[in-house]
């Protein structure tokens, strides 16, 4: 057992105020990796959305667009339930309203208490369902280049539901109902368009439009970056199983 902890969140993204997870930073191997464990869940989290007023569009946007990323790969993660489910799919309509309009006022405090809201239920679903192949392969991003870890999921987001979307069509759908997408009437190449492209949309309406490349990301880096990823624990719960290769694809479309 340790002390106890109380955590008081200044970001509406992270959730490491009400999570199991604790990422730490090996610079001489440039290897970011996290520590698992219940005594991490802090015994009291004081959520106040005024803390997150100083923080500025960019990073509100980065860190908004990692809590969608928790939400999405929560709900379909194979460490899912229903109660997961639960708090994803609001965190997921959540984040996607209200995101835009904290990103044009910071001020607003009711738009940013729906943000708090919305990192809160991701960070229920994700620290007890998991995550998937967008936070393992940033961080592997992170380890090795030191990339923005908010930054690299919005980036890889989109390229990643492309990717797992087969293997759990269903689940996507409900992702993109989640967001407003009216995908009743659609095929399945359309359905799977569809939420890419919101993903897309919402990503530009908040300002992150850079690729890998533009962080710095060379393809000579992508093999290493791959081989990190796919050991990390992340990757356990993706639904799709993915191998080196794959990730390497991944990579390449998001570069």
């Known amino acids: 057992p340790i002390p106890p902890i109380i955590c008081i969140p200044t970001t509406a993204g992270t959730a490491a105020d009400i999570s199991q997870f604790a990422v730490f930073m090996d610079v001489e191997r440039k290897l970011k ?40 790969e ?20 959540i984040v996607s309203k209200y995101l835009p309009l904290a990103v044009e006022n910071g001020n607003d405090l009711e738009v940013r208490s729906k943000m708090m809201l919305g990192s809160l239920h991701a ?40 990717y797992n979307f087969e293997s759990s069509p269903d689940r996507y759908e409900d992702i993109a109902r989640a967001m407003g997408i009216n995908v009743d009437n659609l095929y399945y190449p359309e359905k799977k368009n569809a939420l890419i492209n919101a ?43 993915l191998q080196q290769y794959d990730v390497e694809v991944i990579f390449e479309r998001a570069l």
């Open 199 to 241: 993903l897309a949309e919402l990503r530009h309406r908040v300002n992150i439009r850079q690729k890998l490349r533009n962080l710095g990301v060379r393809k000579a880096d992508i093999p290493r970056l791959a081989e990190m990823a796919v050991r990390d624990p992340c990757m356990m719960t993706n639904p799709r199983r």
């Open 74 to 93: 929560a709900f379909v993660s194979t460490g899912s339930s229903p109660l997961t489910d639960l708090h994803a799919r609001e965190a997921i309509k």
């Open 123 to 162: 960070g229920i679903a994700f620290s007890n369902a998991n995550l998937g192949a967008v936070h393992a392969i940033s961080h592997s991003l992170g380890g090795l280049l030191d990339l923005p870890h908010g930054e690299c999921n919005a980036i890889l987001l989109e390229h990643v539901v492309a």
């Open 33 to 72: 990796f996290c520590v698992i464990s219940k005594y991490l869940v802090p015994d009291v989290s004081l959520v106040d959305p005024v803390t997150t007023t100083t923080m500025s569009p960019r990073l509100t946007a980065e860190t908004g667009l990692d809590a969608l990323s928790h939400a999405i």
